[in-house]
């Protein structure tokens, strides 16, 4: 049965009020966590219930060699940081959301093209559908990375945008735990492996809301019970992110701000000001850095020519001949390379060698 946003509101107050009751008493473990499943499942239920309220879902297409969202509330700077670092015109104004939908933009840097979103503000309870919450899902889903962007005069903002992610069921620059789930036909549920600081009660009791019934589960990292919720259900998304922390040309007390900031929410703070472009080429190689990229040239030994390819860091020269052609792989002896990876010029390599930034290759067939 689909229940409509009011009801689901009423479920969600009357769960939480039975839950702060029965919280302290210890021997009703097992009952609170099936409340706290209750509580998240009617949660879940509201952000769909809200979408349809809302109107209409939408579409973004990934291109380009990874692609980057810019998240932050209104007004904080997003457009003009997307006018500096991409090749895009996105309007920009003091009021509050100048931003209505996902605009693409392109960044090129080191000869890589990343794919920008400027996206409309975020503001608290954006999961239920308001601002830009959808937006921010659909977008989030295919990002590679996430770059928060925080006015230096309104940093407590970026406490309620890990909030507001949190409901969203998008955990941050957090590992996602390993949790492995066979399905079975009969058996009940048996936990074989438990390291995650949940009671064996409770995940049983969660498996069995969920449907799962005949299981077989481990669990190799610690996880609350919200998280558990979260990923066995299928919905959470795991996100890199790093902080823009934008409008510096107005305090001159960045440099502690920044550092602050680093150190409480453990995340990359890069301080620029959009307006004087101050730090904005830094945020681009931070962007490019964070993404776990690189760029290598490919080269035919007659020729001059030097054709740039993005890799994964970590990739080697069969890497690189796959994304070429795959033709080439079956074909391929070894490479020649000159850059950073190689001992000297045009020194000869095996096919696992592993490039780097700026490695010009010529691939060598077999005769
Ligand atoms: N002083 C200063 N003002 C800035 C800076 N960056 C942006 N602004 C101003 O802040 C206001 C909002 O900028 P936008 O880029 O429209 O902000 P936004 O995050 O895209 O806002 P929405 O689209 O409404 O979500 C504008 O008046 C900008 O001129 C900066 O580095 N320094
Ligand atoms: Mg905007």
Redesign the pocket.
């Known amino acids: 049965m689909v229940q409509d946003k009011d009801t689901l509101e009423k479920k969600i107050q009357d769960l939480e009020e039975e839950y702060s009751k029965t919280k302290d008493n210890k021997k009703t473990n097992y009952h609170i966590g099936r409340i706290r499943f209750k509580i998240a499942q009617a949660k879940h239920d509201l952000v769909i219930a809200s979408k349809k309220i809302h109107g209409e879902g939408f579409f973004v297409k990934k291109t380009g060699d990874a692609t980057v969202a810019l998240v ?10 997307i006018n500096v670092i991409a090749n895009t015109s ?10 209505t939908k996902i605009i693409p933009g392109t960044m090129v840097h080191k000869d890589s093209h990343i794919q920008v979103f ?4 975020l503001i608290e309870d954006a999961h239920l559908g308001k601002g ?1 919450g959808r937006m921010v899902i659909s977008a989030a889903k295919v990002a590679d990375l996430i770059v928060f ?1 925080i ?1 230096i005069n309104q940093t407590q903002q970026f406490e309620k945008l890990m909030k507001e992610l949190n409901s969203l069921e998008i955990h941050i620059n957090k590992k996602r735990p390993y949790i492995q789930i066979n399905e079975q036909t009969t058996g009940g549920i048996r936990v074989e492996v438990n390291k995650s600081g949940l009671p064996e009660d409770d995940i049983k009791e969660i498996l069995m809301g969920l449907g799962m019934h005949n299981v077989i589960i481990s669990i190799w990292g610690l996880v609350d019970e919200d998280e558990f919720i979260s990923i066995v259900s299928g919905r959470a998304i795991y996100m890199k992110a790093i902080m823009a922390l ?5 305090s001159k007390d960045y440099h502690k701000i920044a550092a602050e900031l680093s150190k409480r929410y453990s995340i990359e703070v890069v301080p ?5 472009r101050t730090n904005t080429d830094y945020l681009k190689d931070r962007i490019y850095d964070n993404l776990g990229i690189i760029t290598v040239y490919l080269k035919h030994k007659l020729e001059e020519e030097r054709m740039p390819m993005v890799l994964g860091k970590g990739a080697t020269v069969i890497d690189a001949a796959k994304k070429f052609h795959a033709h080439i792989v079956d074909e391929l002896n070894c490479a020649s390379i000159t850059g950073p990876s190689a001992k000297f010029p045009n020194q000869r390599v095996g096919v696992a060698h592993v490039l780097k930034a700026g490695d010009v290759i010529t691939f060598i067939r077999n005769r």
């Open positions: 932050g509330f209104p007004s904080a700077g997003k457009s003009s940081i996105s309007k920009t104004a003091q009021y509050a959301f100048t931003t400027d996206m409309p503000g830009g962007v006015d934008n409008k510096i040309d107005m620029i000001s959009a307006t004087n």
